[in-house]
C-alpha cells in the first residue's frame, strides 16, 4: 500500500510565548502544497533477517537521512506500543527537501500512521491519529487531514482556517530554496515573544494585496542576519512579480504567490544550485 506526503508553507508565523517546557507558543496558518513524497509499506517475511520490526529504506532527495532515527519509524514503534502490528518493509522517496521549513519529514511520519491505520484496520479516527502524532513532532499533527489550518500552542492545536483555499486557488507557487541549513533553536532564542497587533488566520482571510504589510513570519529577522542570500532571494521573487513572498517556517525555503505564471527554468538559470519548483495551487 502506498501513499503520498504532502509538503505544507506558512502563511505567518507569530512566536506568541515561552514555555516551561523549552518550547514556544505559535501562531501559524498551516497550509498544503502539491509537493509530494511517496512511502510504500508491504509484508515482511518471516524469514526476512532484520533488527527492526520496521525495516526502512529511504532513496530520493534524502541528505544525510538516518533511517533508523527516521520519523517513519517512530510513527511505526508509537503506534506498535499500543497495537498488535505485523512487520513490515517501508520504502520512503523523498521528494520534499529536508531542513526547508516545508514539513517534510514531520509529514512522512503523520502518513505513516495513516498508512498503518487504514491497511491494519486500527480504526482510530483522525483526533486519535492527530494525538499520536503531536508526539511525533510539533507540526506533526496538521498532515493527519492536512487542510489549511490555522495552528497554536506548539502547533498542535488545529482549527479551520476558513480562508486560504478560497484566496489561493488558482495561484502559482514558486519554491526557492538554497543549500542553506537554518539552526532553528538559535532562531528562537534571538525572538522577541509578543502577541501580534492582527492574527495570521484574520489576515490570511483578506484580499492577497493586504498580505506584504501585515503578514509576518518572526523567524526572519533572525534568519535573515545569519544569512543575507534568504532576505535577498525574497526580495527578488518580488522583483519578479510576486503578491506575496516569505520564508516558510523557520527556513530556508523562501516561497512566492502570483497570478501569473513564473517561468520555472528562468527561475533554475538564476538559482542553479537551488531546489527550485513552480506549482498550481
Known amino acids: 500500500m502506498i501513499t503520498f506526503p504532502c509538503a505544507k508553507i506558512n502563511l505567518g508565523l507569530n512566536i506568541v510565548g515561552e514555555r516551561a517546557d523549552g518550547y514556544h507558543h505559535i501562531e501559524t496558518v498551516f497550509y498544503p502544497i502539491p509537493l ?24 530520493g532527495n534524502a541528505i544525510d537521512c538516518d533511517e533508523k532515527d527516521n520519523l517513519v519509524i517512530r510513527a511505526y514503534n508509537l503506534l506498535a506500543a ?20 516545508l514539513g517534510g519529514g514531520s509529514s512522512d511520519g503523520a502518513f505513516m500512521i495513516r498508512l498503518l491505520d487504514e491497511r491494519f484496520r486500527l480504526d482510530l479516527g483522525n483526533a486519535e491519529m492527530e494525538r499520536y502524532a503531536a508526539k511525533l513532532g510539533a507540526d506533526c499533527a496538521f498532515f493527519i487531514s492536512a487542510e489549511p489550518s490555522y495552528a497554536t500552542g506548539i502547533g498542535e492545536i488545529l482549527e479551520p482556517a476558513d480562508g486560504p483555499r478560497g484566496n489561493l486557488h488558482g495561484y502559482y507557487l514558486s519554491l526557492v530554496k538554497p543549500p542553506v541549513a537554518v539552526n532553528t533553536a538559535e532562531a528562537y532564542k534571538q525572538i522577541q515573544c ?57 527556513g530556508s525555503t523562501l516561497f512566492a504567490l502570483s497570478r501569473k505564471e513564473p517561468n520555472e527554468r528562468v527561475l533554475k538559470n538564476m538559482y542553479p544550485n537551488y531546489f527550485v519548483k513552480v506549482l498550481k495551487l
Request: glycine share 2%; aromatic share 8%; net charge negative.
Open 194 to 250: 509578543r502577541q501580534p497587533e492582527k492574527c495570521c488566520r484574520d489576515i490570511v482571510r483578506q484580499p492577497i494585496s493586504t498580505w506584504k504589510d501585515e503578514l509576518v513570519n518572526d523567524f526572519e529577522e533572525p534568519v535573515f542576519n545569519q544569512h543575507p542570500e534568504l532576505r535577498d532571494i525574497k526580495a527578488h521573487l518580488y522583483e519578479l512579480g510576486a503578491d506575496y513572498a516569505a520564508m516558510s517556517g523557520s
Open 82 to 101: 499500543d497495537y498488535e502490528l505485523p512487520r513490515v518493509h517501508a520504502h520512503l522517496v523523498k521528494r520534499i527537501p529536508s531542513q526547508a521549513g
Open 36 to 59: 509530494y513524497d511517496a512511502l510504500e509499506i508491504k509484508y515482511m517475511d518471516e524469514k526476512f533477517p532484520s533488527d527492526s520490526p520496521c525495516d526502512l529504506k529511504v532513496t
